[in-house]
């Protein structure tokens, strides 16, 4: 690609399924510091949507091939639409990181649905999608793959954290970029806020008034997981094994669940992040209360970044990630990853 503009579209779908956020993005070649975001917007899954995405953990792979034909169409519906309504008049790609269904890099399996051709057919645009897949091949955790980004576009911060479902942080050391997640965010929040009929516990109002269960607290620091070396990664199957059931043992009041995990959330990141510039992206960077705490925790004042940053990084890095393996660029790194090799990762289908 030897424009010197290229325009991208970047599609994201989270652990926690807010829904599908969509960036319309300008890039530089050769000055990746320069991006503009024209044009973002998240569009909220059905309940019908919803409820697959949730239950895709357990089906046949036959229904997993229909799923991610199925998706793909929806992901295809939803472009369009949104070409049409910002009256998107030039694209060079678009880049799609699907929706993660299995994630369990020890075996080697990484899926997110979302099929590449069928986007690239329904939209006529070329697509790049399934950037993990070959990661994982070369033995490695097939995550986070955001650290690039960071790397190349926000290298100003010390250390980048998002708070999506996971939170994961990204820093460089001793000339390399170290990236992992650390643990669990909205994807234990929403879960049992979602049982007092709420999407998601705004500004941590409902966590504020729990009551703190050292016990629970004690247990969920406890975790092995905590204590292994980067790089390491976390999935939906984890999370539903190990903290689902020790959280449903050991405490029945939401509000005080909500309390009791953001404490444990804000710990976990207090081990990794000292005092030094911090970037904080993802829906959990809108929870005031986790903030706080984080705050207090890593004992290091957070400057939040404008609304359209906080909502649309991940999109706009898988955007990113799109330009570099088009280029043949590096996309994806070892030192982040596991991985045998540093690569250019992903998948490039035409209409």
């Not at 036959?62 to 030039?90: A, H, K, N, P």
């Not at 699907?98 to 020890?106: A, D, M």
């Not at 905590?226 to 984890?238: M, N």
Request: proline share 3%; with cysteine; charged share 20%.
């Amino acid at each position: 690609m030897n424009k010197k503009e290229v325009f991208a579209i970047g599609v994201m779908s989270g652990t926690s399924l807010d829904g599908v956020d969509l960036v319309y993005v300008k890039f530089v070649k050769n000055s990746p510091e320069y991006f503009k975001i024209i044009n973002a917007e998240t569009v909220s899954y059905t309940v019908e949507w919803k409820e697959k995405l949730q239950k895709g953990i357990h089906f046949s792979k036959d229904d997993l091939d229909e799923l991610d034909v199925s998706y793909g169409m929806m992901l295809g519906e939803i472009i369009l639409d949104f070409v049409d309504r910002f009256q998107v008049s030039t694209i060079d790609f678009i880049a799609s990181h699907g929706h993660t269904i299995l994630h369990q890099p020890k075996k080697g399996i990484t899926l997110q649905i979302g099929d590449g051709q069928t986007i690239a057919n329904s939209t006529k645009q070329k697509v790049i999608c399934d950037f993990r897949t070959q990661d994982v091949k070369l033995g490695g955790q097939g995550a986070p793959l955001v650290p690039i980004g960071d790397e190349l576009l926000f290298h100003e911060y010390k250390y980048c954290l998002n708070l999506g479902g996971f939170s994961n942080v990204s820093y460089r050391e001793n000339g390399k970029r170290i990236a992992f997640d650390i643990c669990p965010v909205n994807i234990v929040l929403n879960h049992y806020v979602n049982k007092l009929g709420f999407e998601y516990d705004n500004k941590g109002e409902i966590a504020s008034k729990g009551m703190l269960n050292q016990n629970l607290l004690n247990e969920l620091n406890k975790m092995s997981f905590y204590s292994l070396e980067p790089p390491k990664s976390l999935g939906l199957e984890w999370v539903q094994k190990n903290i689902f059931p020790l959280i449903d043992v050991l405490e029945t009041d939401v509000s005080s669940i909500l309390r009791t995990f953001v404490e444990h959330i804000a710990i976990q990141i207090s081990k990794e992040i000292h005092n030094d510039s911090l970037l904080i992206t993802g829906g959990g960077a809108f929870n005031s209360f986790l903030i706080s705490r984080i705050e207090a925790m890593c004992k290091v004042k957070i400057s939040l970044p404008g609304k359209q940053l906080i909502d649309y990084k991940e999109a706009l890095i898988f955007a990113f990630l799109g330009l570099l393996k088009f280029d043949n660029q590096v996309n994806c790194l070892s030192s982040v990853t596991g991985a045998e090799k540093d690569h250019s990762s992903g998948v490039v289908f035409y209409p």
